[in-house]
């Protein structure tokens, strides 16, 4: 984050950072009259969702979608600025490095906007195919249109000084050879060194090799495809077909699209019998995706949330709870295979906007399965429904560590203090969620980080208190819904890896209630 009261210095000083930058004065040899005044729309997309990042608290994901959208930016100029932005984004430790090396002052005293410019040139110049001449000229371009004359000498100072060192040479000159194994990976591999060690403890503390941080911190940094989850019931494979949106016979719901071709293509995901990625297209091309019988949904999640519905509870199963719904996509999973048991789930959300997300995500699904969707807290649903469920999923807040490589912000976003406010919250709902159970019925407790504060911490400090609960075989249960032989630790709980498994890091720990 860069330093308040930054935005308030003027032309002025943009002027004396160009004349103290390394290469000051080095400036495009072509005439003014031919300087580029301003950057193509794909470059000032990406630079508008950094800014809505750091200036809103936005997630570049939500942003972007929408902006290239309004923009009618598509095809390859939509890829340039998506790989831009999120690029941009997830190596921003690392190339923070190189221009902190390329700068006489802190970075932190530029102005944000200048500095999110920079970022994108040294995103262009050491992370994508991309001429050093073109990454020069349009960055500095982007910078005279969007932060004015004086910035852009500065940012054509300081990018021609990134120029001057190979691309394959930065690795060297900002690795600290004094440094640990922790901080080194942490500057190369773009992570906070705080994260970087909670990973670090938690593939250990998962029984897997502290050796493997590398290869996680590098998948943090790849970017993901999407997939698609076919919700049983609602879909199959033919509302994936390029010819979808056709009309079609059969009655089954979701059918009836009045449709336009599309180029979306999918295979089989490796662990999910639900799941499909994408080798390409808009999954909105889809008139299954728009009706919500097919939704775009990581194949972890899919994965866990299968796990619970396996997991075997004594007597009956026909009320189920996800206890924190929002935005929808594990609900939308349990309301279709609810419908196909004849189940019915109430869905429950402490925040309004992310209940209307709810709301839009069991579009698809048969009334009869859905009893409830409503906002609440879910720490007093133990209080005042104590023993109505047979299954309860809660998919706590967390800190979202395990999804980096969908919301690179976060690591920037997040610090070690949201940690310790994030797990009282989760010991709070895990307790009321088996309040909630009746005995006999079973508790999935989900997150997406694999910080063992926010796993095995919680559900161990939780479990102190009590002695009516016993912990199910996680594994065996994701095993059992697996297509794959996936590879899971010695443990009953389960953490999944992007580098092992591909898919984010979540966890899975199955309790029943006695």
Not at 334 to 360: D, M, S, W
Request: glycine share 10%; proline share 6%; charged share 25%.
């Amino acid at each position: 984050m860069s330093a308040p009261g930054d935005g308030r210095r003027d032309e002025r000083g943009h002027q004396r950072g160009a004349a103290r930058a390394r290469g000051a004065g080095r400036r495009t040899q072509a005439a003014p009259s031919q300087r580029r005044r301003g950057s193509d729309p794909a470059r000032t997309a990406a630079f508008d969702v950094l800014r809505e990042v750091d200036g809103s608290d936005a997630y570049a994901n939500l942003v972007l979608p929408p902006l290239l959208r309004e923009r009618r930016i598509t095809g390859r100029d939509a890829a340039f600025a998506t790989e831009l932005a999120y690029g941009t984004l997830r190596l921003r430790g690392r190339h923070d490095a190189v221009l902190a090396l390329c700068v006489d002052r802190p970075l932190e005293t530029l102005d944000p906007p200048v500095l999110d410019v920079l970022r994108l040139g040294a995103h262009q110049l050491l992370a994508m195919r991309v001429p050093q001449h073109a990454a020069v000229s349009e960055t500095v371009g982007l910078a005279r249109e969007r932060t004015g004359a004086g910035a852009a000498q500065l940012v054509n100072a300081v990018l021609r000084a990134v120029t001057r060192t190979p691309a394959q040479d930065w690795a060297a000159r900002i690795a600290d050879p004094a440094a640990d194994d922790v901080a080194r990976l942490s500057v190369l591999e773009s992570h906070p060194v705080w994260i970087t060690r909670a990973l670090r403890e938690a593939l250990s503390g998962s029984g897997r090799d502290a050796g493997e941080l590398g290869d996680l911190l590098r998948a943090d940094n790849a970017a993901p495809r999407v997939t698609l989850v076919v919700r049983p019931g609602l879909a199959d494979d033919r509302d994936l077909h390029p010819d979808a949106g056709a009309p079609q016979g059969g009655g089954r719901q979701g059918g009836g699209r009045q449709g336009e071709r599309t180029d979306v293509r999918t295979t089989p995901g490796r662990w999910a019998p639900t799941a499909r990625v994408m080798a390409g297209g808009d999954p909105g091309a889809l008139q299954a995706v728009r009706d919500g019988a097919v939704g775009v949904q990581d194949e972890g999640s899919q994965l866990v949330t299968l796990a619970f519905l396996a997991a075997p509870v004594d007597g009956a199963d026909e009320r189920w709870l996800d206890m924190c719904a929002g935005p929808g996509g594990k609900a939308a999973l349990l309301a279709a295979v609810a419908g196909e048991r004849g189940a019915r789930i109430v869905a429950n959300e402490a925040q309004p906007h992310r209940t209307e997300l709810v709301h839009r995500a069991l579009a698809a699904v048969l009334a009869d399965a859905v009893e409830d969707v409503r906002t609440g807290d879910g720490r007093a649903i133990g209080r005042t429904e104590p023993a109505a469920y047979d299954r309860v999923l809660l998919d706590a807040p967390c800190s979202g560590l395990g999804a980096l490589r969908r919301r690179p912000e976060s690591r920037w976003r997040r610090t070690p203090s949201d940690v310790g406010e994030l797990t009282r919250l989760q010991e709070e709902l895990l307790g009321s969620a088996l309040d909630a159970v009746r005995p006999g019925g079973v508790v999935g407790y989900v997150t997406c980080s694999p910080h063992l504060a926010e796993t095995q911490v919680v559900v161990a400090s939780v479990l102190a208190g009590r002695d009516d609960v016993e912990r199910l075989d996680a594994a065996a249960a994701v095993r059992s819904v697996a297509v794959g032989d996936i590879p899971l630790t010695d443990r009953t709980d389960v953490q999944l890896w992007p580098h092992v498994h591909g898919t984010d890091a979540m966890h899975l720990t199955l309790l029943r209630r006695r």
